[in-house]
């Protein structure tokens, strides 16, 4: 089944940056999503497309495809970012299933 | 701004069948370009997707929980819901329902999502 890797978490001081990859074979195919989830909320869509930042979410969100690996990239990180990230994409054989990754825990130091 | 609000039981029994209502408001579930999606996330663990709907009825399904799911939509209430079989304490998780824009036949992302709602499989 297809899959998408994540690291498990990532830590980073305030202000500085924060890259978060995430893995899968079919990448280079699909366009990747990425959604920030705080404690106890529910997830929110912070990256479409790759690299398309949705209305309302912060300029210092980025991201990057190259080959089989999409980025994240949080510029001058604040503690309102320490939160769980996982990265979607779409099984490019043709059944329709939805694959997350396995999130990566940001934390703010 | 659409707004999405799960509904239901929240402890079910074991063999028992897993029952939701996603209720959806500021936007009509017929629109298109929209599936409307169950996702669901184990405690501490991360996120899975169960399956979607078309306003229409189509509907498709993680292969993984394909036998036990069943995703339906009431367009005259403006609701979609959610039937899980046969649940065991593997099944126990927050379930979200979520609306799935479209940007392919065969691709999507989640841009609204309701608040969740935790559902423990129990006797």
Known sequence: SYELTQPPSVSV????????????????????????????????????KDSERPSGIPER?????????????????Q?????????????????YRVVFGGGTKLTVL | QVQLQESG??????SQTLSLTC??????ISSGSYYW????????????WIGYIYYSGSTYYNPSLKSRV????DTSKNQFSLKLSSVTAADTAVYYC????????????????????????SS
């Open chain 2, 23 to 28: 209720t959806v408001s500021g936007g009509s």
């Open chain 1, 79 to 95: 503690a309102e970012d320490e939160a769980d990230y996982y990265c979607q994409t779409a099984d490019s054989s043709g059944t």
């Open chain 2, 98 to 121: 979520a609306r799935a824009a479209m940007t392919t036949v065969t691709m999507c992302y989640f841009d609204y999502w309701g608040q969740g709602t935790l559902v423990t499989v």
């Open chain 1, 13 to 48: 001081s305030p202000g500085q940056t924060a890259r978060i990859t995430c893995s899968g074979d079919a990448l280079p195919k699909q366009y990747a999503y990425w959604y920030q989830q705080r404690p106890g909320q529910a997830p929110v869509l912070v990256m479409y």
């Open chain 2, 70 to 73: 069943t995703i339906s939509v």
């Open chain 2, 37 to 48: 999606s169950w996702i669901r996330q184990h405690p501490g663990k991360g996120l899975e």
């Open chain 2, 9 to 14: 039981p929240g402890l079910v029994k074991p």
């Open chain 1, 61 to 77: 969100f980025s991201g990057s495809s190259s080959g089989t690996t999409v980025t994240l990239t949080i510029s001058g990180v």
